[in-house]
């Protein structure tokens, strides 16, 4: 059996690969004994046979809080050259969200 | 046409620090440089969006250490990203070469990568931030929009409810981390339909709520599609959204001759037609 991470990085520089029709696509990675999972996630969608053989966890993809909000360091915008705490937004006095 | 071998030149050892951009879709983005960056540094620190990827960033790099686990339910994402900066900064201390290694790009929409290089700068070491293929650039390519035909706002969602901001809808919009949209506390991952009822309570003061819209997420796995959703305004608070969802809001309304800026600019050139 081939190593799914070595073939989904031959498809993602491959420019026919990329954009083969998932028919197409299925048929090249059987003929290259790709796994049962990497065929199912191409041609069923379903990525969690994938997930499973990779060893694979959810992941959070938001890497940045707030852009703004800098009233809470000195009042100037980012400019990339001072100083930039995360930014926290401060909450109205009254009659705000919850904060819990 | 074949790459010369260089020898770079001999450096005394000294800690160094390179943020770069994995781009989005695995096997696809990488630029060379950027991978060189891996390959060259002593430590890897990785904060990407698909473990697919981590494992692949793994093969090229025997020490990669995941930023993923200082991400905690309920803790504030403030904290957690004060920590990956401290992280990288304390091998760069250490004198280690470390490579940041973000999805994307490691400006948009990644905090800890810019301050990292910029206290690095300040206590005197080399530090470079190289750009990768960002979900902005393949945006644009997969909804076949050019930012520049009648302009494109960007707005992180919940700046646009937090601040009095002017929103032309006469241009693209382009809103970034609906899914949260809303969250004072920085600890949730998701909000809700109310949160997204609000918002959408903001945008029908300029577009009218059977305006259609696009959730758009980019493709992360070369097998994958990018994803496009086309929907009403009205019904975005029912549409389902995780983290990697970005909604495109298209203009509404024609560009606006403005005929007094052209008839000075008329004068201009007939005053320079007999000069």
């Not at chain 1, 498809?11 to 990675?29: D, Y």
Request: hydrophobic share 40%; proline share 7%.
């Amino acid at each position: 059996m081939s190593d799914t991470l070595d073939l989904l990085e031959a498809i993602g520089g491959n420019a026919a690969l990329r954009h083969a029709s998932a028919e197409e696509l299925a048929k090249t990675l059987a003929e290259a004994g790709a796994s049962d999972a990497l065929l199912a996630a191409v041609t069923a969608g379903d990525n969690a046979k994938l997930a499973e053989e990779l060893g694979l966890r959810p992941m959070q993809v938001n890497h940045d809080s707030h852009t703004g909000g800098h009233e809470d360091d000195d009042e100037t915008p980012d400019h990339g050259d001072g100083g930039e705490e995360p930014s926290q937004p401060s909450p109205p006095a009254q009659g705000g969200p919850s904060h819990s | 046409m074949t790459t010369p071998s260089l020898s770079p030149p001999t450096l005394p050892a000294r800690g160094n620090l390179a943020c770069i951009g994995l781009g989005m879709t695995l096997g696809s983005h990488l630029t060379p440089l950027a991978r060189n960056h891996i390959e060259q540094a002593d430590v890897v620190f990785a904060a990407l969006a698909h473990g697919a990827t981590e494992k692949w960033l793994q093969r090229m790099h025997p020490d990669v250490r995941s930023l993923q686990p200082y991400y905690g339910e309920g803790k504030s994402r403030q904290k957690t990203y004060r920590e990956w900066v401290e992280l990288m900064l304390a091998e760069v201390r250490a004198g280690k070469r470390v490579c940041g290694v973000f999805y994307g790009h490691p400006c948009i929409f990644a905090w800890s990568p810019r301050n990292a290089v910029r206290i690095a700068r300040a206590e005197g070491y080399d530090a470079y931030m190289e750009p990768g293929i960002s979900a902005e650039d393949c945006l644009y390519a997969d909804l076949c929009i050019d930012p520049g035909q009648y302009g494109c706002q960007h707005f992180e969602a919940s700046q646009l409810l937090f601040y009095e901001r002017r929103i032309d809808p006469s241009g693209y919009l382009v809103l970034w981390q609906v899914a949260m949209v809303g969250d004072w506390s920085l600890t949730r991952f998701e909000t809700g339909p109310a949160y997204r009822q609000v918002l959408v309570d903001v945008l029908a003061q300029d577009y009218p709520l059977d305006h259609e819209v696009i959730v758009y997420r980019a493709a992360t796995l070369p097998i994958e599609q990018p994803r496009i959703r086309r929907v009403a305004l009205r019904d975005l608070p029912a549409t389902r959204l995780t983290g990697e969802d970005t909604v495109v809001v298209p203009p509404a309304h024609a560009l606006k001759p403005n005929l007094a800026i052209r008839q000075r600019l008329e004068a201009l050139d007939k005053h320079a037609a007999f000069t």
